[in-house]
């Protein structure tokens, strides 16, 4: 309802019309309101109580035997790892307590079908993958994956993260499509279609960029789309590294704050002044055309590339994005049957669409999984905290994310004056039992310090959040909510920061008005 409010409005409409909701989540965001059973939790503990409702499940026979004997592996080693999760050691973690975990257990077990969905809450942490693979081996027990109305639905952050995001290869161990870098045919064809040599070993994922620079690992940074002074974890380190970096360029629709410290600023065109394609969160190839002339010097990403490939030596020479398409289909077996003028025909194709013939795959999974034996493969997750935890020093837990009328860092939302007028500064979410205890009182500014650094909000008292948890948004250079979160608690696996858990403390902020808490100033047009 705030992160994805076109998505939020169809799962409100799946509640009118009969169907149940189950909510756990440390904010009562209005999603909560609509829910059959909503569940307060503790931040940080996510893998906990999925793994207690498995448990639940499998110790009351619930789980659908059928399923897990004909289509997965390792069930039970799941069974034995989820053991500890007891009530008592799930509501000590998480508080959700044993009659809710029963509750949203017995939903799942008596519906006909279960969609698993989320956004950023339980990936954005330290643990963000063992949250996922909990929620896999929950779905896989239940039988809730291949069929209709099911799956584990991870909602994308944003339009055509799917495709530009995920599908064309920009995490440093895949190629487009998912291709494995470390696989040699792999390596052997895209080095044959583009000229070149690549090298086995991948390349780092955003926030250890940040942290190589640090090492001396790293000297410059091409930033395309990306505003990383105010998104990365630990702004003060981020903007140290962006001031000292040998050499930056920004590529981007507008002057962001990461601007300010670029050596060279291109200036990219918006998706209604170029074509393209779209891919959904439901992996659908949509077509993108252009609706309005480019403004300025701008020009499309893909231009830009071109024309700097070229001047660097190469000889690049796509006359249009349907040639970089075809390109595409033949190096990217899920894009082998999608084309422009397919997808404008048929309004869209769902990869894996592997030539021509194929109708598109609406729905994973059907029949086998993308494993080596075809099947789902469970693994065991057993419990690690959170690698920022509250202490005596810091008491409070901050989890981040997003309000309806504000977007990411506010590059495009904050020029907007009638957005402005609903939501135009940060804020902390303070519980009425915390803001008694730190003689806090709604419209209060406030001082959040972690071991990172301090800033200055508004408190908004609200029973939204837990006693022990406080919540604040991500979108205001002002106040800059990531001056909070740090960049070496990385996710092992996926090296995602722990942006939705911090330890941190709060207290009122004498004789200055809320209205004033700035530290850093917002990059302005002159700049």
Known sequence: TEAHPVLGTRVKQHVKEGGELVVFDPREVQIAEYATQYTQIKPGH?????????????????????????????????????????????????????????????????????????????????????????????????????????????????NNVQGGGGDMGPLPDNFPGYQSLADEANRQKFEEAWDCEIDPERGYYTTEMFNAFADGDLHGMYCIGENPSLSEPGKDHSDTVLEEMEFLVVQDLFLNETAKYADVVLPACSFLEKEGTFTNTDRRVQKVNKVIDRKGDSKPD???????????????????????????????PIYGGITHERVEEEGGVQWPCYDLDHPGTPRLYADEFATDDGKANLLPVEYEPPMSQPSEDFPLTLTTGRVLYQYHTGTMTHPEEGIMEYNDRDFVEVNPETAAAYGIEDGDPVRLESDQGDIVVTAQVTERVGAETVFAPIHFAETAVNTLTDSERLDPEAKTPEFKVTAVRISPVEGRGATDPAVREPVSGDD
């Open 46 to 158: 996510d893998r906990a109580w999925v793994n207690g409702i498995t448990r639940y499940i499998i110790e009351n026979d619930l789980h659908d035997e059928a399923f897990v004997a004909e289509r997965t592996t390792g069930f039970e080693e799941v069974k034995e790892a989820v053991r500890e999760f007891t009530p008592e050691r799930v509501e000590e973690l998480t508080g959700a307590t044993e009659a809710e975990i029963e509750a949203a257990a017995e939903a799942i077990a008596e519906a006909d079908r279960t969609l698993f969905g989320w956004t950023l809450d339980i990936t954005e942490q330290s643990r963000g993958t063992d949250n996922v693979t909990a929620l896999a081996n929950l779905a896989a027990v239940t039988g809730n994956l291949g069929k209709p109305g099911t799956g584990v639905s991870p909602f994308r952050g944003q």
């Open 302 to 332: 893909w231009v830009i590339l071109q024309e700097l490939a070229n001047r660097m030596g190469r000889e690049w020479e796509y006359e249009d994005t349907n040639e970089i398409m075809e390109e595409m289909r033949a190096l990217t």
